[in-house]
Nanobody
Framework: QVQLVESGGRSVQAGDSLRLSCVADESTSNLEVMAWFRQAPGKEREWICGIRKTGVGRYCSDARKGRFSISISRNNARMEVSLDTNSLEPDDTAMYYC??????????????????WGHGTQVTVSA
């Protein structure tokens, strides 16, 4: 069973940067793509960025492309996916989730295409 564990979320000031990390261990061999989503209170879960396990092929939503980027590192059975966030704004306040899919072909922005989810890490941005 794949387990995804996020970390790095905390309270920051507007303009700050954060690196969020997602570690997937055990049985990661069936993971083909990884992604970051976020969900603010009262809003739908929103896709931010996604990446293939090889690192070749990484995508971010148009709305986030300038300030967010995704990267991946792999070491045997351990996979770490990072989300770098820059120039954070109060509207970036949300729970940030890591997701993984065993399918190579996914609709990147569709949460239904992901098989595995972490519990999330909270990012709070103050003005």
């Amino acid at each position: 069973q794949v387990q995804l564990v996020e970390s790095g979320g905390r309270s920051v000031q507007a303009g700050d940067s954060l690196r969020l990390s997602c570690v997937a261990d055990e049985s990661t061999s069936n993971l083909e793509v990884m992604a970051w989503f976020r969900q603010a209170p009262g809003k739908e879960r929103e896709w931010i960025c996604g990446i293939r396990k090889t690192g070749v092929g990484r995508y971010c939503s148009d709305a986030r492309k300038g300030r967010f980027s995704i990267s991946i590192s792999r070491n045997n059975a351990r996979m770490e996916v990072s989300l770098d966030t820059n120039s954070l704004e109060p509207d970036d306040t949300a729970m940030y989730y890591c997701a993984g899919s065993s399918h190579y072909a996914v609709n990147w922005g569709s949460a239904r295409d992901y098989d595995y989810w972490g519990h999330g890490t909270q990012v709070t941005v103050s003005a």
